[in-house]
């Protein structure tokens, strides 16, 4: 590591993030996701008529994304994949049963108003802490991290896998793309779509078989169930663990005013 940004070496070639020197990447990557579940859980347990909490959850996690160094664009490139919890949230203070009220010009239910705001703003901070996370935590150190943190060795092996192969398997696909343009296969009607699924069937196959030599090569080599860590960074220690559990008392402070009623309800 030197100079301003701390370059992560990659996992199988899909490292894309490359976390930037920050007082987050200074923690142990087991505090960060511990942490990071924690606080997820207190926006969820926050009530959805407490406005002003879901604000000061949004201040939080800007502030921790500011320390961590995160680059806005990026992040808010990754927070499209939410759309489609934001496009279901829309649909709900028109389906749901109950009061209606004006909105916006509209006359939309109270209830379904109150649980598409509760769904939005829960969707939005979970996904930004989550982004936020990634953002700061290499692949490898995550799964260190999970392994820490008494994940089962089987999750973390088959995490563990995909973060490795999924590279290769995206290349693969592509070089099966290019050999079926250079046979001038051309898709333009529905009828196409067989020629994908078998190369879709075909990929699974060779991917399973992969798989079965791998696995195979690891016994070989003395494999018990267990990966190595393979990080020289040590486990963490108190202080490590009392800055994150300061990150989630916060949450809950938040959470706990907010079922108090400590006024910004609607």
Avoid at 51 to 60: C, G, K, L
Avoid at 163 to 191: E, F
Avoid at 212 to 225: D, S
């Amino acid at each position: 590591m030197s100079g301003a940004h701390a370059v992560a070496a990659p996992v199988g070639g899909i490292e894309r993030w490359r976390p930037r020197a920050s007082v987050l990447t200074r923690l142990p990557a087991e505090v960060r996701i511990a942490a990071t579940f924690g606080y997820v859980v207190t926006v969820v347990l926050t009530p959805i008529t407490a406005v002003w909490a879901f604000a000061a959850h949004a201040a939080v996690a800007v502030a921790v994304g500011a320390l961590g160094r995160v680059r806005p664009l990026a992040a808010a490139r990754r927070m499209l994949i939410e759309l489609p919890f934001l496009a279901f949230a829309v649909a709900l203070p028109f389906v749901v049963a109950g009061e209606r009220t004006e909105f916006l010009g509209l006359t939309v239910s109270r209830d379904g108003l109150h649980q598409a705001f509760g769904l939005m703003a829960r969707a939005t901070l979970g996904v930004g802490l989550v982004i936020v996370l990634a953002a700061t935590t290499p692949a490898r150190e995550l799964l260190t991290g999970l392994a820490r943190l008494r994940m089962p060795p089987v999750i973390v092996a088959v995490a563990s896998f995909m973060v490795r192969y999924s590279t290769l398997i995206v290349d693969q696909l592509h070089r099966m793309s290019v050999a079926r343009a250079a046979r001038c296969h051309r898709p333009r009607t529905i009828a196409s779509t067989r020629v994908l699924a078998a190369a879709l069937g075909s990929l699974f196959i060779r991917s399973y078989e992969r798989g079965e030599r791998v696995h195979l090569a690891m016994l070989a080599r003395g494999y018990t169930g267990q990966l190595p860590e393979g990080l020289p960074r040590p486990p963490a220690r108190p202080a490590d663990w009392a800055v994150g559990g300061l990150f989630v008392t916060v949450g809950a402070a938040i959470a706990l005013a907010g079922w108090a009623g400590a006024g910004g309800g609607w």
